[in-house]
């Protein structure tokens, strides 16, 4: 009956996320409020499953037989119940700026009549200063260490965002969720 506005609640957290990808900190609050909206969309469903016959079974089918759900259920309890989940992260760091250089060369030449001429030059650009502005620029890439496959957070929250919303449809089909 609830489960549509948990997956909405849920989907308007993980766009969240995206939009501060490289917020650590708002990252890890919107994916602690996403973990609790999406397995709230299922904790619904399985009370409104459970009143009906066989839906119970079916719940407990949908549940188990999806590895992604089995895993966001197991990040949502230790999340609430034990300690806040921080995922690892892979860090990109980039600076960018302006280097000024100075030229030195240096050669010696030598002629067929055996005289040789040394010759020095130096080039450099006096009329440009330094420039003091640098542009640094930080971005990350959140991952669960204990996931066996090589997706990052955003991409399982919307795999498994889209899980829930298999399982809610076929609850619907079924009859056993309105």
């Not at 089918?61 to 999340?79: A, E, L, P, S």
């Not at 496959?149 to 991409?155: A, I, Q």
Request: hydrophobic fraction near 35%; aromatic fraction near 8%.
């Amino acid at each position: 009956m609830h489960e549509q506005n948990k997956i909405n609640e849920a989907k308007y957290f993980l766009a969240q996320m995206t939009t501060l990808v490289n917020n650590r900190e708002q990252f890890t609050y919107n994916l602690s409020a996403f973990l609790a909206a999406a397995r709230s969309a299922l904790q619904y469903a399985l009370e409104e499953a459970k009143i009906k016959t066989g839906g119970q079974k079916w719940y407990e089918r949908q549940v188990t037989d999806r590895q992604i759900v089995k895993f966001f259920k197991g990040k949502r309890d230790i999340n609430i119940h034990s300690k806040p989940i921080l995922p690892s992260a892979k860090i990109g760091v980039a600076v960018k700026g302006t280097v000024h250089l100075s030229v030195i060369f240096e050669a010696t030449i030598k002629r067929k009549d055996g005289s040789t001429e040394e010759v020095k030059s130096t080039e450099s650009n006096p009329a440009s200063t330094p420039s003091k502005e640098n542009e640094t620029t930080v971005t990350y890439e959140h991952y669960f260490s204990d996931w066996k496959g090589n997706e990052d957070v955003l991409n399982l929250c919307d795999a498994y965002i889209n899980e829930v919303e298999t399982i809610v449809s076929d609850g619907k089909s079924k009859g056993l969720l309105s």
